[in-house]
């Protein structure tokens, strides 16, 4: 039987790697990439408005998205001036997989992805962050290698920063 923590460890690693395999990609831009999954076609504008962004993050975002070959532009028939989105390529089929752990829904994952924001109360809270949210729900308890022996590979320095950041805030506590 699979747990909830196991799901969204599993969630949370599909997205990582619909994100470039990018531990460190924000849960805003899982959410901008969710959303392009959900409305095929829309442009920059209609995700702005949709998800509430300031018009230069979105476009710092898509612009990474677009680098990185998770999304694709067409010209759009409609309107001359803007360009539709489309997910593509190994992000469509990763983010695919998260889905069928989230019941098919964009909504239950778009709900996963706010409620992990609003848990790590960051922010910039990254895709990292909540693995070790998710890692630990999962174990109850563990010690610092174990935790970090649950995240991505990566400078030790990174992930010791992640776990430094949460204990911070007061997220996690440290038995030592």
């Given amino acids: 039987m ?24 924000s849960l805003r831009r899982a959410q901008i990439l969710v959303d392009i999954d ?5 442009t920059q504008t209609e995700i702005m408005d949709r998800l509430a962004i300031h018009k230069s993050a979105i476009n710092r975002e898509i612009d990474w998205l677009f680098n990185y070959g998770c999304i694709m532009f067409q010209d759009n028939v409609k309107d001359a001036r803007s360009k539709q989105i ?7 089929k990763a983010l695919d997989s998260a889905l069928e752990y989230s019941e098919n829904s964009h909504e239950k994952l778009k709900f996963f992805l706010r409620n992990m924001e609003k848990l790590l109360k960051q922010e910039k809270a990254t895709l990292r962050d909540a693995k070790i949210i998710a890692a630990l729900y999962e174990k109850k308890e563990a010690d610092k290698q174990g ?16 776990l430094g950041k949460l204990l911070e805030i007061g997220l996690i506590e440290d038995d030592a």
């Fill in 147 to 162: 935790v970090i022996a649950s995240l991505y590979g990566g400078a030790h320095s990174t992930q010791n920063r992640a």
């Fill in 38 to 42: 959900e409305h095929p076609g829309s």
């Fill in 2 to 25: 699979t747990t909830n923590a196991q799901k969204a460890c599993v969630v949370i690693d599909c997205l990582v790697t619909a994100l470039g395999s990018e531990p460190s990609s």
């Fill in 86 to 92: 489309y997910i593509c390529g190994y992000s469509k």
